[in-house]
Each structure stands twice: as structure tokens, then as C-alpha cells.
């Protein structure tokens, strides 16, 4: 366990500064001058600073050794040995410099920029794309040292700008709470170490990282009763690494609710004895003590700027307007035509039918926790609800209508005239329609599944096959590592700023050998570029057992055959080749049971009572 620097209460800004002082001589050429602290914050700033500075120089001087390693085991050795200086960073790189935090943690995949650049591909680079370059059974040498150098080049970027700026005991919060996260959805599913596995060791790094970033903010507590708990809580979740035997076999429903789910209480705890305000909100909400309820994100942070804010009013009138069949073309066409309620806001069918009967080109999506997503469409062409609204409106296969003509409708009706103007100072219009809608859509976020009651300490009625399902959803299966905990669709934890779409390679039929693509270009149509053919965005499994059949052309009727699909690694294995799948195309080598397991767990992702929603 690494060294903990203890403070005692009475502990002065200079014996702070000492501290501050060893730990920058420890570093050199990282920081050339230091100034004396004035006030206890100062001086706990300086001293992040410095242990930040230490974790970097450490992380540095490991990637230059990989930089001139030639051999396999001395490359494997000083990769392991930089991710964990790296995980020791990571609380605080990834709130002071996010962006370059991204550039040494993203995914081994190509990125392309869509419109004009279309055709300009950025090649992948940082940690995880050099993770698979040293798990090559002949590994290049040459391509290693590259990806090593390009590490090195952004570290050495950090060290010499030194990203902390002022600290202060909300961002310390901030960031505490952010690392909780992205432990709990990325750093236990295998996101970032998806060939070598190494996620445990790593993410108990994590948690070492913040037992010292607390004991430099001891003096800041009033209760030191609740400091305490702190570091015993940090440090139970580094024995919980500790006894895992494996990254397979980890107890993941187990260390959220024991370990992660009380970090909650006491970081809401924290806010009370530091007297801390926050500046803003943020999408997720302040005082929640579970990332498993219906009040743990705040709907008004994914909102446009324009919209206001949800209110149970304007939402009453949303659903009104959702259900009202009068305000299409035909008059016989509603939101519920293809969003049913009791199929959890789906239709049931593999292609959804236009205003005449005919069918469409895609399987009708869910609209549960369609808001707490950046981008709405399979093909993510819209950024809100509010844009997904208008698209459908406007649509001649969907509403054939325009909101002009809604409006005329709207406008004839004196009980929708007069709600209208009672909630909104413009009265009916373009803006008012559309936000109305949108706030309904935006208060489908139950949370309240057998799963979320559980973990959530709600109810211990939880099976042991469902909690083994969401172990291997979490690990072994790789679902997590697109689905990402605890929304389980594609937005992006902690930020939840991105949809991530992905290229699974889904067949045109359902067969399992010769498989031919279905011929839906995806995210190609709006982005006009080749990495983009066959890309759709990662929708929820929430309530999956009710959206039945699956993929954006419902080719597969069961979850058993979505497993069998994944279990083979998508596409390849059916023998549909696409150079661009993102999908890993190795074989998951999941058992019957352990397939089972996992349905189970979906089976408990069902939200109660979603047809009176």
C-alpha cells in the first residue's frame, strides 16, 4: 500500500509545507520554485500539487525505460509499472485536464472527423492502443517504442504545463465523486486494459491515490470522526482488490453496493462539514446516496439552454401531447403509435410503420432514459430531444406533419391554449411544443428495476444467478465496456457528454455462417465517412426484456440469440468481415450458464409499472 501521510488535527501550514517540500524534492525538474502558503487551503493546493508531481515524474521515468525495452518481459514490466503511476493520476488528471487525460486513456480505435474531413482518419494511440501492441503474440518492437513515445510526449506536456490550477475543496469533491464513477462504469468493466486484464490492480491504485489526496485534507474536517471513515472506507475498497483472484472472478455487484454505494453517504456527508456550495449542477444530482435511482441525474442538465426547467406541469402536458392522435396528418397517428408503454415505449415489431401502414427502415428504439443520452437515433443524428421531436414531425413517414400545422391544431383547443400560456410566457409556438414533449420524455427515468432496488440496499431479494449475470455483464462479457453502468446504454461516464456508436457487423437475416450485412450504412449517411458504414449508436438494456426483437433491424427475437451474436464476437463470427467492426471479434467463450446468468440480469434490469409512466 503506498506511504500515507499522516496529519494530525493540530498540524500547522508550515508542517504542510514541509510535506509539500520532500515530496517536491522527490520530483525533480517538475516544479522550479515554490511559493510559501498563506492559508491552510494553500497549502493543502501545494501539496497535491506535489503528489501529483511525484505520480507523473514516476510515470515518466517507467515510459522512458518502456521507450528503450527490448525484450517482451522488460516491455510488460515497465507497461504495468507506468499504468499504475497512471491510475495514481488519474483522479486528478482527469478533472484538471480531461482532454489530455482522453489522449492517454482512449480506446484503441481510429477516429474520424465526419462532414468536409470525412476522409482525414486519426489513428489510435495511448495506453490502450500500446496495451495491444505488447499483447501481439509477435510483437513489433518499432510499434511499441511508438506508442511509447507518444505517451511520453504527453506526459512530458503535463509536467511541464502542471494542469492544477487553483484547488479547492469543491473540485476536490468534484473529482472525488467523478472517480467513484468512472471506477464503477469503466475501470472494473476491463474498458481501459481490455487484452491484459489488469484492471484490478489498477483500480486499486485508484483508491490508494485518494487515501492520501484525504489524509491531505485532514485538517479540513470538523468531524474527524467522518475523516476517519473515510480512510476506512478507501481502504476496504483496496482489500476488495486485494482478494480478487482474478479480473474474472471479482465480486462487481459486491463492491458497489458494499464499497462504492456508502462512498455516496459519506461524500454528501463531507459537503455538510466542509460547508461546501457548489458552484453549478451538474448531471448528476447533489445529495443522492445511490447511483441507482430515480433521483440520482438531474434532468435539467441535459436539457438545451433554452428549454426550462422540468416541472410535473409542463410534463402532464407533454404526455397530453404525446398521446393526442389529432395532432398528426391523418389524425390517427400518435407518440404511442411506436412507443408503447406497456413495451417499455417500443412496438414490438422488427420494422415500425409509417402513418400509412408501411414499414420503416429501423426497429422502433425505447424512449426510457432516452434522455439521458447526448445524441437521439440510431444513427445519432439529432443532439436532443427536442430536435428528435421536430425530426418526427416532419418526417412523411412518421407525423407527415410540420409544427406550424400542430400549432393551428393546438391553437383551436382553449383547454391546450390556456395550459400553455399558463406555463410558457410565449404561449404555443415552435419552441413550447416541442419542450412540452420533451419534458415528458425526460421524467421516463424510473430506476426503480429489481436490480436498481437491490444494489441500492432497498431489498436483499437479489438471486445469486442474477448477481453472477451482472458480475459477467460487468467483466468476462465485455457488455459493460459499451453499455456503460449504471444507465447501461452508450453515454459516456463520468461526463455522460457522448453517445458512443459502435460497428457490430448485424446481419440482414438471421443465419450464423455466411452472414451477409444488413445494407443500413448507420451513421454513414450523416457523417459521409467510411469508418462510419454500419455504425449505430449503444442503446440501453434496460427493460430489454420487453423491446423484443433486438438490433436497429430487429433481425434477433431473443436475448438468447443476441448472446449467441456477442458470444462469437459479432459479425466475424457469423462471417460478415468489415475492417472498421469496433466490436473485438474474439469469441467470448461464454457457457450456457453463464449466458443464462447474464439474461437474468437483463430480465432484472425491468422497471415496475412502466405502462402507467
Given at each position: ?61 517507467h ?18 509499472a ?74 512530458k ?26 471506477v464503477m ?34 485538517t ?28 474474472d ?12 454505494q ?53 410534463a ?5 401531447l ?17 412507443h408503447?408503454?406497456e ?16 414499414f ?41 406533419a410540420?409544427?406550424?400545422?400542430i ?39 424510473p ?26 455483464f ?16 452508450g ?21 450464423w ?14 457523417a ?30 431473443t436475448l ?5 451474436f ?41 422497471d ?6
Amino acid at each position: 500500500m503506498q506511504r500515507k501521510i499522516n496529519l494530525p488535527k493540530e498540524a500547522s501550514i508550515v508542517s504542510l509545507f514541509v510535506i509539500c517540500i520532500s515530496l517536491l524534492f522527490s520530483c525533480k525538474n517538475t516544479v522550479e520554485t515554490t511559493a510559501i502558503p498563506t492559508n491552510e487551503n494553500d497549502a493543502i493546493s501545494v501539496a497535491i500539487k506535489a503528489q501529483f508531481a511525484k505520480d507523473l515524474n514516476n510515470c515518466i521515468s517507467h515510459v522512458n525505460a518502456l521507450r528503450e525495452a527490448t525484450t517482451k518481459d522488460s516491455i510488460l514490466y515497465y507497461f504495468k509499472a507506468s499504468r499504475i503511476d497512471f491510475k495514481r493520476m488519474e483522479p486528478i488528471l482527469s478533472f484538471y485536464n480531461s482532454a489530455n487525460y482522453y489522449g492517454l486513456n482512449k480506446a484503441n480505435l481510429p477516429k474520424v472527423d465526419e462532414g468536409d474531413n470525412a476522409e482525414k482518419v486519426i489513428e489510435a494511440s495511448g495506453f490502450q492502443a500500446l496495451e495491444e501492441a505488447i499483447a501481439e503474440t509477435n510483437i513489433d518492437i518499432a510499434a511499441v517504442h511508438g506508442y511509447a513515445n507518444d505517451i511520453y510526449s504527453k506526459l512530458k506536456l503535463e509536467q511541464k504545463h502542471n494542469s492544477i490550477l487553483k484547488h479547492t475543496n469543491y473540485k476536490f469533491l468534484w473529482l472525488t465523486r467523478q472517480a467513484l464513477v468512472r471506477v464503477m462504469s469503466l475501470g472494473i468493466s476491463g474498458f481501459d486494459s481490455p487484452v491484459l486484464l489488469q484492471s484490478i490492480p489498477e483500480n486499486k491504485e485508484v483508491f490508494t491515490s485518494l487515501e492520501t489526496y484525504f489524509t491531505l485534507h485532514e485538517t479540513v474536517f470538523k468531524d474527524q470522526q467522518l475523516y476517519k471513515n473515510w480512510i476506512t472506507a478507501l481502504q476496504e475498497a483496496q482489500q476488495a482488490f486485494d482478494h480478487a483472484e482474478s479480473f474474472d472472478s471479482f465480486d462487481r455487484y459486491g463492491f458497489i453496493k458494499n464499497q462504492l454505494q456508502p462512498m455516496l453517504s459519506l461524500w454528501n456527508q463531507t459537503i455538510t462539514d466542509w460547508q461546501v456550495e457548489f458552484p453549478l449542477q451538474q448531471k448528476l444530482n447533489y445529495g443522492v446516496d445511490s447511483f441507482y435511482d430515480a433521483a440520482t441525474f438531474n434532468p435539467n442538465a441535459f436539457k438545451p439552454s433554452y428549454s426550462p426547467k422540468v416541472s410535473p406541469e409542463i410534463a402532464q402536458l407533454g404526455k397530453d401531447l404525446f398521446f393526442d392522435a389529432s395532432l398528426s396528418d391523418s389524425e390517427t397517428m400518435n407518440c404511442a403509435s411506436c412507443h408503447q408503454p406497456e413495451k417499455a415505449f417500443t412496438d414490438g415489431l422488427r420494422f415500425s410503420k409509417d402513418i400509412n401502414g408501411n414499414f420503416v427502415q429501423r426497429n422502433s428504439p425505447t424512449l426510457l432514459y432516452a434522455s439521458l443520452q447526448q445524441s437521439q437515433f440510431y444513427d445519432a443524428r439529432v443532439e436532443n430531444l427536442e430536435n428528435q421531436i421536430l425530426d418526427v414531425i416532419n418526417n412523411e413517414k412518421e407525423f407527415h406533419a410540420n409544427t406550424d400545422m400542430i400549432i393551428a391544431k393546438l391553437e383551436k383547443s382553449s383547454t391546450y391554449k390556456k395550459r400553455f400560456e399558463s406555463l410558457y410566457k410565449q404561449g404555443i409556438n415552435h419552441k413550447s411544443v416541442r419542450n412540452a414533449i420533451a419534458t415528458y420524455l425526460r421524467t421516463l427515468t424510473p430506476f426503480n428495476s429489481k436490480f436498481d432496488r437491490n444494489i441500492s440496499g432497498k431489498e436483499n431479494t437479489f438471486t445469486a444467478e442474477e448477481t453472477l449475470g451482472f458480475n459477467l455483464f460487468m467483466g468476462k462479457g465485455k457488455c459493460a465496456t459499451c453499455h456503460f453502468a449504471p444507465i447501461f446504454n452508450g453515454t459516456v461516464p463520468p461526463y455522460f457528454v457522448e453517445s458512443e456508436l459502435e460497428v457490430l457487423g448485424v446481419p440482414k437475416t438471421k443465419t450464423w455462417k455466411n452472414a451477409t450485412v444488413d445494407d443500413d450504412l448507420g451513421r454513414y449517411y450523416v457523417a459521409k465517412a467510411e469508418l462510419k458504414k454500419y455504425a449505430f449508436k449503444t442503446p440501453t438494456v434496460r427493460n430489454a426484456s420487453k423491446t423484443a426483437p433486438y438490433m436497429h433491424n430487429g433481425v434477433y427475437d431473443t436475448l438468447e440469440e443476441v448472446m449467441q451474436f456477442y458470444n462469437v464476437g459479432g459479425g466475424v463470427g457469423i462471417g460478415i468481415e468489415l475492417e472498421n467492426q469496433t466490436l473485438p471479434p474474439d469469441p467470448l467463450n461464454l457457457t450456457d450458464n453463464e449466458i443464462k446468468a447474464i439474461i437474468a440480469f437483463i430480465h432484472s434490469l425491468e422497471d415496475d409499472k412502466t405502462e402507467s409512466l
